[in-house]
């Protein structure tokens, strides 16, 4: 059974950083392209970066310059280090994986962001 586990969410005030961590079971992790998503109340469900299994990244413009993804295969997990946080980026951040062969997608079940003094 597949699972994703993310953690590290939290309250923090404009300008902190947070480091968001997502942990995977039951595949083979380096076969996945690891991404973060994030989404806002009332908002869709929007990429923030993705790291590809050699290391290639993409961010969001949203967030250039401000998170870095990284991953670690040999402990299958993929983080994501948020500095210079926002009230705006507040919101539920989800961890997803995607198959680099085949048509075949996990996600997790979210943890919660809050940026606010």
């Known amino acids: 059974q597949v699972q994703l586990v993310e953690s590290g969410g939290d309250l923090v005030q404009p300008g902190g950083s947070l480091r968001l961590s997502c942990t995977a079971s039951?595949?083979?992790?380096?076969?996945?392209?690891m991404s973060w998503y994030r989404q806002a109340p009332g908002k869709e469900r929007d990429m923030v970066a993705t790291i590809s299994r050699t290391g290639r990244t993409t961010y969001a413009n949203s967030v250039k310059g401000r998170f870095t993804i990284s991953r670690d295969n040999a402990k299958n997990t993929v983080y994501l280090q948020m500095n210079s946080l926002k009230a705006e980026d507040t919101a539920v951040y989800f961890c997803k994986a995607d198959h680099y062969y085949i048509t075949v997608a996990y996600w997790g079940q979210g943890t919660q962001v809050t940026v606010s003094s």
């Open positions: 039951g595949l083979t992790f380096s076969n996945f392209v």
